[in-house]
């Protein structure tokens, strides 16, 4: 897709964007300030910009008067552009914006990581799980009336080197039929040993050619959302991508709430047989999505938390949220995906990504192993933050982790008018540091109806860094704006006034949401304290860090910093990897050699439970302001502050 | 139990036998010939003898007086061994016997050959293969809040040595409660890997102290019955055992119609469910009988021919019955018992003997391990003898084997009156040389209905012995009894008249009969001689011969030398193995070892396909003589022929 510079005047500051992004889009990603509260629905008519050069596509109104569009005007949240163009933020907006006074910073969100089966090969980490050979048996006669099962061993062992295999029960099922279907002509799929001295299994026998296809299916088990991807073995392609809201969410949204249930009498069962339906589920769509045929699936790799796993393996949870926080086990042995309900072929195995303890589970350490951390020299911290954030601290010699409970704010629980990243949800903002007018962008560009983490994260840094809010979350109740007021003893900050919302009410953050905030960033940000002083570091010793799950990818990571969630440090030694525990799973199915080596990683993973070290709550206390009650740990904020 | 001493007078011939045994047997048993063709129920009054020293318990009828009773007359047939006697056989029978001209030959029946657990220690050929160890387990803290299954899997390691394990989903599933419930104290079950460099498993967890109920199943899945016997894996000891006829019956008798009708849409499934039915109703039984709980079961082997194996395991049996005879594999992978739908605990995996062929199945690999013929130095002729006849020949450092169809007169099939070994069978025989009057003794002692395979070779031996059929098994037409006679063109010898039977008819052996069971027995020897021959050696070279299958247990051996079914040699040196494939599960169940040996025995053993021999149909048509077209093969035969 081509690219396009934008500049916007009079702060002269460019940026590129792919064709047809939104104009109002582009300023905040610029950090550019232009009034607009209505999301960018094109209702409020406030984010009026003039083109001074180029052109921009739509961004036409009934906001707008004839002579305006004559002049240049467009709404900045409807114009797309499609080529270079100037673009100048009208006087309104540039004198509020006090211009003279502000840096302008763009937003800065994690570099993206990915990986890919090249880049495996490369480094020399490639060991197939699963590979097929087209076979063409001699068929049996008087003189040779081998078993069906042992002509192919033997042709295997001469023609291509196989001396080590089982053969499973489901392919001998099939071993006559297939044999006979295309004259002996077929497709063994063999599964490698995850073990060096093991045995290869041959899992699957189909008649004809069929090496042309074989795919693996990745799955993150969400406690909200099931993920799946569909993954082409031959070159490590994502084929298709689907996900679906764990059908548990009607039992309650949180681990202990799914547990509670699971207590009861056939409540195990309904909490695995409501996964295993979401996975198929996701699992039809992604065979949908791809057009691929479901038998030429060989293998299946699963990860989740440990809740989420022991609930799906229909193994008793009661003990994880009871101390001393006990899980049944760590690993999980191969299991066949059949035996699990998973509609896949009977010759597919299921494998489950270890966990570490109760609140640090597969999905961590799928995060661990897909994301490289596990083989890098640098000291990383990985961060998986939700309403449990997960901790891990370390390199390829040595790992710790801890988990703490973030209470739901980064997901919009607790918060009035929170919500889920879903459309209309405000997730960017701006303030305008003169009016307090905000620049209000929702996902879907449509009028708000809430705010989504990232959304709020930034709408308290922003508020924060112009001052509405102090260190301590509350709000300055002499500035004059009527954005800011207090109602039935609560002061709040008006997002969008109720006709520019899809709520019909005025959209608020008020100063408790603000305070669930400030708990949820101490939580995290202690945890890390902790979890780093119990291994004798501190944060200046910490080389990288990798952001994973959802609430991750869209972070300003400024403005994580702005409120003391992240350690200040060079956004560019932050990566995001997006869904870790997907990615862990998608990695597992391209080489062995994850497989192999993630048994050793639990080992040497080290388990903090922050509950039982004195001095969580001592940091978790400091951390309860804005950025922190050490203002030297954020000395990029300080220096913003004292300006 | 106590023996006494039973002399035959005018013989002077002594048996020792088991207090209670009666008169009539024991006479069989001595080979002295009294008649009595009522079948032991006391109502033809025949088997009258004097008692003429020590005492008997019954044998009273109505069929004596007063005035014999006073004399010492008993009936032979209801009259019970309980001290020393001496018993004259009267003048009637003495001299219909020809006593003068008639060696008296004691019944000769294979010596019964039986392992046990010490036999296999002192041979060191003992691997456990399940062991049981009960634990206290520390019970977990705040700062030793390890997984339950870590826990376990730590302790093993600390305080048992066990460096390598594996953990089932089962195991885990179970740990949880497990643990809790007697506070940490449970009994962990490891089963040994069968190949040395693989890992223990812990495939059970139970709470307290079990480890002295520790059990093992060992199931024969026959085309008539199914055979389950309860073993105790502390001391080998069989605790319960028990037989229900394969409900498969009811869709044919034989293999061929099982294989047809499983061809049909669902036949598969209803086989397999017919099967694991009859299973579980011998697992039911075994458990009542002993008192066991199942939950103790750790494991279960299964042996059976191809077809059964196949058709429980639910594999597309079709390609058996055609040439070329393609069974679909001769190795099964371990399986969960619950998987295949069998009532034990879901920690159990079974076992399945592999095969070697399409018609030398699990049953005869598991004779040859549970015989001890694979370990022999001796070279063995194994015999497997029923509808199919199954030959191994061999030792410790080759085997051949082959399969014949010897058609089902063995089992009572095809002949006039045959029927199965049940009560009211004929089961032995003998005829007067003179009178050429019955001595027939029945299975449960009560009124004849049919005649059983042992009882049919027994009779037909004691005709051609007597002369009363020729070589070719055809009636001598001159000899004067009416119990020779020719009823519808067809020549019989009347074995009990219809007033002394169950079935309101005369009860007869024909020549059709007759010509069965030679075609039956010249397929068995043809087999062995075929099978001989093609690996370049005779019936002089047998040092052994192992009898297995139900046939073998009564068969008289000089009778089925007389009849040309074995070779002449020293019945010393026959021994009777019972059920091969019982005791080859059981075995396998006591030791690792012979499950280790296994697979290199199949690999070792040659499978010869007698249909592709074309020297088997000559041997064939030899061998339709009684006892063999060349009689210098049965010297003792043509010596007694002679004389």
Partial sequence: MSRHTIRFLPYDTKIRVESGERLLRAAMEAGVHINASCGGEGVCGKCRVIVESGEVEDGFSDRLSPEDVQKGYRLACRARVRGDVDIRVPIESEIDAGVLNRMVSPRKTARIQQADLEELKEQGLFLPPVEKHYLELPEPTPEDNLADVTRLVNYLKIHHGEHRLVVDLPVIRKTPVALREDHFRITATLARPVQENRKTRVINIQPGDTTDKNFAVAVDIGTTTIYGQLIDLKNGHVLAEAGEFNAQLSYGEDVITRIVFAEKPGGLEKMEALAVGTVNKVLSRIFKQSGADPDMVSTVTLAGNTTMTQLMLRIEPRHLRRSPYVPASTLYPPLRAVDLGLELGDHVTALFYPAISSYVGGDIVAGVMGSGLYRTPKLTLFMDIGTNAEIV?????????????????????????????????????????????????????????????????????????????????????????????????????????????????????????????????????????????????????????????????YVNLEKAMAIGLLPEMDPDAI????????????????????????????????????????????????????????????????????R
């Fill in 393 to 553: 601290i370390g390199n390829r010699d040595w790992l710790a982790c801890a988990a703490c409970s973030a209470g739901p704010a980064f997901e919009g629980g607790g918060i009035t008018f929170g919500m889920r990243a879903a459309k209309g949800a405000v997730e960017d903002f701006s303030i305008d540091r003169v009016t307090f007018e905000p620049m209000v962008l929702t996902i879907g560009d449509v009028r708000p109806r809430g705010i989504c983490g990232s959304g709020l994260l930034t709408a308290v840094a922003e508020l924060f860094e112009a001052g509405v809010i102090d260190s301590k979350g509350k709000f300055n109740r002499d500035l004059e704006t009527k954005r800011i007021r207090e109602r039935d003893g609560v002061w709040e900050y008006v997002l969008a006034w109720e006709d520019q919302t899809q709520i019909d009410r005025d959209l608020v953050l008020t100063e408790i949401d603000i305070e669930n905030l400030i708990r949820a960033k101490g939580a995290v940000y202690a945890g890390c304290q902790t979890l780093l002083s119990e291994v004798g570091l501190q944060f200046a010793d910490i080389e990288q860090i990798i952001l994973a799950g959802g609430f991750g990818s």
């Fill in 575 to 642: 990566v995001f990897v997006g869904n870790g525990s997907l990615l862990g799973a998608k990695m597992s199915s391209l080489t062995n050699r994850i497989r192999r080596d993630v048994v050793e990683v639990t080992r040497k993973m080290t388990n903090f439970e922050l509950s039982e070290t004195n001095s969580y709550m001592d940091h978790y206390i400091a951390a309860l302001f804005l950025p922190h009650t050490d203002l030297d740990r954020f000395p990029k904020v300080k220096e913003r502050m004292r």
